[in-house]
């Protein structure tokens, strides 16, 4: 197998290699939200009469989602706790996903917010909770190819050859887990796991990078050198909503670092971890391909995750593959009964045996850090225990089609896959276009 290494902006995710050593397509995602849709593949909770929750199917256009969730809880009066999700959608994008209101259903109809809407509305016992989805299918348009239709088609099929030879694509987590503008919630991540809140709370507020707007950039260069947190509040852009939470926090009490972070929503303070673990993650996946190591097929050593009965990867059975079983896991993946996993580092993780062992045990230790690490006594929602996750990701009902130099293509994915992960093996471009 021949991977290509990937760019110095993509490596800085762990995003170290592609794959297939096909030539890429080129091109742009994202031109305009709308080509980009992503629609849930949904659990529905039973409809209840008497039910306490209103689930309906929300479709919005270039919304982020927490702040999308911050809008509903403020045009309800509500709490966000109160406001329940499956999964994070991209933002610009037009996502279509299931959300639950501990809200009357009167309330939810009459919600009018710019570009979204809200339809299919219903009551039920059960809310919505993350992970209460089977996955997402999508339909892209790649703009601005380097090649035009029949050479276009041509070039996206001998990827999709050598992908479904393998039975998926490396299961990488994509930038948005990062920060697609702006990736270094891993880097704010880190540093919170290893105690250093103030070295968290100025890389997530004053670390500019150079694709963002300049006035952004200048407000978090200023507040760099200043740390003047008052006077931030008048300068530094409105639209930072969350880092002014921060910077708020820390106006009103000097020096509270742990304080700032913890002032923000809960799921956004998780996913700082979150996000190291995904870039640890990466790393490994990285150097499994690298080390020409199959994805596809265990290894003894390896740690297995069997199907649940939606088929998906079951990540709270772990199954360690001897010699002794070799054979069976073999047939079960085969039957896509069980996945090969890599390691989420956290506090109760358990490492793999053998040549995959050795590449997270690597990796891990390189960093510096153990399982203690991931226990965050003064940011208790940081803490982590820790994961598996599978190493390979699988995509159905694939479609190509070229219209001069777009190319549009349809799948679907399981849950906790990016799609960008799999564009990836087809653009080969670099990681701002996707």
């Given at each position: 197998m021949e991977y290509q290494a990937s760019s110095a902006r993509e490596t800085e995710i762990g995003l170290e290699v592609f794959y297939t050593g096909t030539t890429g397509t080129g091109g742009r995602l994202r031109t305009s939200p709308e080509d980009f849709l992503v629609e849930e593949?949904?659990?529905?909770?039973?409809?209840?009469?008497?039910?306490?929750?209103?689930?309906?199917?929300?479709t919005s256009t270039n919304w982020e989602m927490n702040r999308l969730v911050r809008q509903l809880s403020k045009s309800l009066g509500i709490s966000r706790?109160?406001?329940g999700f499956a999964g994070t959608k991209d933002k610009r994008a037009v996502t279509k996903q299931l959300i639950s209101f501990e809200a009357p259903i009167e309330d939810v109809k009459s919600l009018k917010i710019h570009q979204v809407t809200i339809s299919d509305v219903y009551k039920a016992k059960k809310h919505i909770t993350l992970g209460d989805l089977v996955g997402n299918s999508f339909t892209i348009w790649i703009r601005e190819c380097d090649f035009e239709g029949a050479d276009l088609e041509d070039n996206a099929e001998a990827t999709a050859c050598i992908l479904n030879e393998l039975g998926g694509f490396p299961n990488f987590f994509g930038v948005q887990r990062f920060g697609a503008l702006r990736p270094v919630t891993h880097i704010v991540g880190k540093f919170i796991v290893n105690d250093e809140f103030e070295d968290a709370v100025m890389a997530y507020i004053a670390s500019p990078t150079p694709d963002e707007p300049q006035e952004v950039r200048e407000a978090r260069e200023d507040l760099g050198e200043s740390r003047d947190f008052k006077s931030a509040l008048g300068t530094y852009p409105m639209r930072l909503s969350f880092e002014r939470t921060v910077i708020a926090h820390l106006a009103r009490n000097d020096g509270d670092y742990a304080g700032a972070i913890g002032s923000l929503p809960q799921n956004l303070q998780m996913m700082f971890v979150h996000a190291?673990?995904?870039?640890?993650?990466?790393?490994?996946?990285?150097?499994?391909?690298?080390?020409?190591?199959?994805?596809a097929r265990p290894l003894i050593g390896d740690i297995v995750l069997p199907a649940d009965r939606n088929g998906l990867p079951d990540h709270s059975i772990y199954i360690k593959v001897t010699r002794e079983n070799l054979d069976l896991v073999e047939r079960q993946m085969t039957e896509n009964k069980a996945f090969i996993s890599g390691i989420l580092f956290g506090?109760?993780?358990?490492?793999?045996?053998?040549?995959?062992?050795?590449?997270?045990?690597?990796?891990?230790?390189?960093?510096?850090?153990?399982?203690?690490?991931?226990?965050?006594p003064k940011i208790p929602q940081c803490s982590s225990k820790g994961s598996r996750r599978e190493i390979l990701g699988r995509f159905r009902s694939l479609s190509i089609r070229a219209e001069g130099d777009s190319l549009l293509m349809s799948f679907s994915l399981d849950k906790g896959c990016y799609a960008t992960s799999l564009l990836r093996e087809f653009m080969k471009v670099g990681v701002m276009d996707y």
């Open positions: 593949i949904s659990k529905y909770p039973d409809q209840s009469e008497d039910g306490v929750y209103t689930i309906g199917t929300v706790r109160r406001i190291y673990q995904s870039y640890l993650f990466n790393r490994i996946l990285s150097a499994r391909i690298k080390r020409g190591l199959s994805l506090s109760e993780s358990e490492f793999a045996e053998g040549e995959a062992g050795e590449i997270e045990k690597e990796i891990v230790g390189a960093e510096g850090i153990g399982r203690e690490n991931f226990i965050v």
